[in-house]
């Protein structure tokens, strides 16, 4: 005990926490510091340590009264008084070294000590608080592991709607197989023919705008000629005016210069052709983009389709998604419940074992009980024989004493009688003798008067 793994309260702390924790009722009321301090009352520990046994391992007080007798125990009044006090001391030796009190006495019961009981009910009140945590832990984790589990079963739950949704999303009713297959082939049939009039059209927008490039490069080269003949009608009026030429070389240069505009009414001529051909070519165009455009809202009907397909498609992919993410969120709680059950599989083992050494205990502690409710039941059958063997001498004592007052009563009667007899007799012969008396003193005159005659 010089080595206390427990703190020692005070003596207001213990009688607080017993009266709240332990006592009910008038104990808890009826308990004082009065009762450890400055004389410790052996009866107020007694029971309450009987009250501690029987809030930990739900053994009542009226258990500790039972009396383990054999039939040949002479006098077994005498052993109703030590029984609850060595049953306590029994229990409380087991119970004391969880408590980290190992030298517990029949002393400590009988005649305890101020600071022997107060130690001992300080480890005693450590262990209630130790077992207080443990079981609020307990309820936290059995709380947590209930919570686990209903998400568990909202999860499941989810997964398995999010599976029948998919399903419904992805398979498509038999009424309406054929259909889908005829929307499919024809959807398959436009995508070919789009495609298809998509290349004829780049190709078409290709031709066209090589159509505009040249077109653009003869505008530039009739642009540079024209510019080629002012500069050069410009130059012309300017070497006419500065200079006097023969006539050859005039001839000579209009020769020139009527080839020059000849060959430039050609390619003039040439590009108007270019031209027209090219406008037909617009046109045919034109007719083209008409046609492409009728082509362009079958498209966008189909796009609009497509579209719906790929915003199911999405929602089917976002349901696989969520599927996924709840089959990991299963995965994760599935191994979070594999570690619970193995913890509380370990829970259970040890609880199992720990309910097995009980079960033991509890069978050994039954059959000592059976043993000691045989012994009790063959002692009260030889009481109730006895109590019968009593019944029956009283009931004769009774009968005896009901006939001594009846003869009493005779008796009194009979006296009574013999009393008025007696009384009778008294006064008769009181008469008789008055008469014999008279008789006597006539006789007597008589011979008196006998006498004097002769």
């Not at 005829?182 to 070919?192: D, G, P, V, Y």
């Not at 007696?422 to 006539?442: D, H």
Request: one cysteine or more; proline letters at 2%; charged letters at 30%.
């Amino acid at each position: 005990m010089s080595e206390n793994t427990f703190p020692v309260y005070k003596v207001d702390v213990i009688v607080q926490f017993y009266r709240t924790e332990v006592l009910t009722g008038q104990e808890a009321k009826h308990f004082t510091k009065n009762d450890i301090i400055p004389n410790t009352k052996a009866e107020s520990i007694q029971r309450l340590y009987m009250r501690v046994l029987q809030l930990l391992f739900r053994f009542r007080p009226e258990c500790h009264y039972t009396v383990p007798l054999c039939e040949n125990v002479q006098f077994p009044m005498l052993h109703e008084w030590v029984s609850p006090v060595m049953s306590v001391y029994m229990r409380m030796c087991q119970f004391l070294p969880l408590c980290q009190v190992y030298d517990f006495s029949l002393n400590d019961l009988l005649n305890p000590k101020l600071k022997r009981t107060i130690t001992i009910l300080s480890a005693i009140q450590n262990f209630l608080h130790f077992r207080k945590q443990r079981l609020e832990m307990m309820a936290v984790h059995q709380q947590s592991f209930r919570s686990d589990m209903d998400r568990l079963q909202a999860y499941t739950r989810e997964i398995k709607e999010a599976e029948k949704k998919i399903e419904k999303l992805t398979t498509i009713p038999p009424e309406q197989q054929a259909e889908a297959r005829e929307l499919a082939s024809a959807l398959a049939e436009l995508t070919t023919n789009t495609q298809r009039e998509y290349q004829d059209v780049t190709a078409m927008n290709e031709m066209v705008a090589q159509c505009k490039t040249e077109i653009a490069e003869i505008s530039q080269k009739l642009t540079q000629r024209k510019v080629d003949v002012a500069t050069l009608k410009d130059e012309i009026s300017k070497l006419k005016s500065q200079i006097v030429e023969s006539p050859e070389e005039l001839k000579n240069e209009m020769e020139r210069m009527k080839e020059n505009v000849k060959s430039i009414k050609m390619s003039k001529e040439l590009a108007d052709e270019r031209l027209v051909e090219l406008q037909m070519l617009v046109q045919c165009a034109g007719q083209v983009e008409a046609e492409l455009q009728v082509l362009l809202k079958q498209l966008q009907d189909l796009q609009i389709s497509m579209c719906k397909t790929n915003q199911q498609k999405e929602e089917v992919q976002r349901l696989a998604a969520m599927n996924e993410a709840l089959q990991k969120d299963l995965k994760s709680l599935s191994s979070e419940e594999a570690q619970m059950k193995r913890g509380f599989a370990m829970k259970l083992d040890k609880q199992s074992k720990n309910q097995i050494r009980r079960q033991k205990k509890k069978e050994v502690k039954d059959q000592q009980v059976k043993n000691i409710y045989g012994q009790y039941d063959k002692i009260h059958q030889k009481r109730e024989e006895f109590v019968k063997k009593m019944e029956e001498s009283n009931r004769e004592t009774k009968r005896f004493k009901e006939k001594m007052q009846e003869l009493r009563a005779k008796c009194n009667q009979h006296t009574q009688k013999a009393q008025e007899i007696y009384e009778r007799l008294l006064t008769t012969l009181e008469q008789y003798n008055k008469r014999i008396e008279s008789i006597v003193v006539e006789t007597n005159a008589d011979t008196l008067k006998m006498k004097a005659h002769f």
